[in-house]
């Protein structure tokens, strides 16, 4: 038997923290997205006798099938492995205070592996430096999700729009384990009590959604990123951005009770093709494709009735994550050798970690001062370049092809175009002067930490 054990000091009473991880966002949030995790099903959180089934890509897909087997409110829970890749596997989490305001959690692993006497002396070592890589990156989510709950205090109601998609499910494990209460909207039959219907090409939305909401985000929208920009898929990128939007701020107009706040998302591709100028929330709208289609997009979001509400236009960059999106499709063009840099390389990229992504609405949420454009973005801009010269750093693999630009605009048309070699350099001007402090102030760093490659793990 092998035993693994990490200590977290946290900035919470131990009440604070064992509750946290009983939301039931919080086997989610606290994942690490190098190890993709999608959750099949759960019962009773955390409780004695609940079950959880999840499949885990690390970089195959392993079923997991674990057991609550100990449950001691605020001090103690336990899980064991029914299925998976080891012979045995428990896993305890022990809360103590410390002082008044202080508290420790410690992570003890007991585990085996088959024939544990051959590929325990093989493996032992790489598994060990493997768990204490995940258990590092866990306590890191903890400290930070603590520090959101402690900083901003009162529970939300949010209705959010776009839950399916990545950035989405995101979210809602952030919002969901730090205690909020999310409503869905969805275009299926409601299966969940916290799921209502609508659709925004027949103009219906289930009004029940908005009771005692505060905060309303829509995300929704056709990827943009797939496929040849044809004329019909066009108007669907247009049309499925602009409907939802203006289907919700039609009924907002009209409640009598409306929420708070109303977030909609749009992108930096607002700004268009802009070389290296800097651009921040007041710099004028491009005059690309995609630059209308975001100008649609906000406009649409404009409330002609309610003045209470607080809109704010999240202008979004490209969100790296390795859970999805375009790192994957980077990461793969290097591992299987045909990476390369897209046109001159000299177009900028106003990226995104999710990590600071998701931070940036939360705390949008409470922060009154912030409405209207918001750019979402690094305040770190790079080139494409610069981007793939971090990637190969960090991989340690490097790259020689340069793909000319008519290349990409033959197999790609107008989306090669203008997502690929067209660039902005956004600046999160309205964020940084609102106090916001960015996790990732590099590519470097942020890379590191959501592909599991950090050189100091303490």
């Known amino acids: 038997m092998n035993t693994f054990e990490k200590t977290v000091i946290l900035d919470a009473k131990k009440e604070m923290v064992f509750e946290y991880h009983e939301k039931p966002g919080a086997l989610k949030r606290l994942s690490p997205p190098w190890q993709k995790l999608k959750v099949i099903k759960q019962t009773k959180g955390i409780l004695e006798g609940s079950r959880v089934t999840m499949d885990l890509y690390d970089p195959v897909k392993i079923r997991w099938k674990a057991l609550h087997t100990k449950y001691e409110k605020d001090s103690f829970f336990e899980d064991l492995q029914l299925k998976g890749p080891f012979y045995s596997w428990t896993h305890s989490h022990s809360f103590k205070d410390i ?228 790192l994957p499709l980077i990461l793969q063009s290097f591992y299987t050798g045909f990476s390369g840099v897209p046109g001159s390389g000299n177009q900028y990229l106003s990226w995104i970690s999710s990590e600071d992504w998701i931070n940036i609405i939360y705390e949008s949420i409470f922060n009154t001062n912030i409405h209207g454009a918001v750019n979402a973005c690094s305040p770190d801009p790079m080139t494409f370049k610069e981007i793939m010269d971090t990637i190969s750093d960090i991989t340690g693999i490097p790259y020689y092809l340069k793909i000319p630009a008519p290349v990409i605009k033959f197999l790609l048309g107008q989306r090669g175009y203008e997502t690929i070699l067209c660039g902005s350099r956004a600046y999160p001007e309205k964020m940084i002067s609102n106090g916001f402090s960015f996790f990732h102030n590099s590519l470097e760093n942020a890379l590191r930490e959501m592909l599991g490659k950090e050189k100091n793990l303490n």
Request: hydrophobic share 35%.
């Open 99 to 326: 002082h008044d305001h202080n508290s420790f959690m410690t992570d003890k692993i007991k585990y085996s592996l088959f024939l544990d006497k051959i590929t325990g002396f093989i493996f032992k070592s790489a598994l060990q430096n493997k768990l204490e890589r995940i258990f590092s990156y866990r306590h890191k989510i903890l400290k930070r999700d603590i520090e959101s709950m402690k900083k901003f205090t009162g529970k939300k109601t949010i209705l959010l729009g776009g839950a399916s998609g990545l950035l989405g499910s995101l979210l809602i494990a952030k919002l969901s384990a730090c205690g909020h209460n999310v409503k869905l909207l969805v275009r299926k039959y409601p299966e969940n009590e916290n799921e209502y219907y609508w659709n925004s090409q027949k103009r219906l939305i289930d009004k029940r959604c908005f009771d005692n909401v505060d905060v309303v985000i829509n995300l929704s929208g056709e990827p943009i990123g797939a496929g040849i920009w044809t004329k019909s898929k066009k108007k669907k990128i247009i049309d499925s951005r602009v409907d939802t939007t203006s289907l919700i701020a039609e009924t907002i107009d009209e409640l009598k009770n409306p929420p708070e706040l109303f977030i909609s998302a749009s992108a930096t591709g607002f700004y268009g093709n802009r070389g290296a100028e800097k651009l921040d929330e007041n710099s004028s709208k491009g005059k690309l494709f995609i630059s209308r289609v975001c100008d649609e997009w906000e406009k649409a979001s404009i409330l002609k009735k309610n003045t209470s509400t607080r809109i704010i236009n999240l202008r979004t960059g490209l969100v790296f994550t390795p859970e999805g999106g375009v």
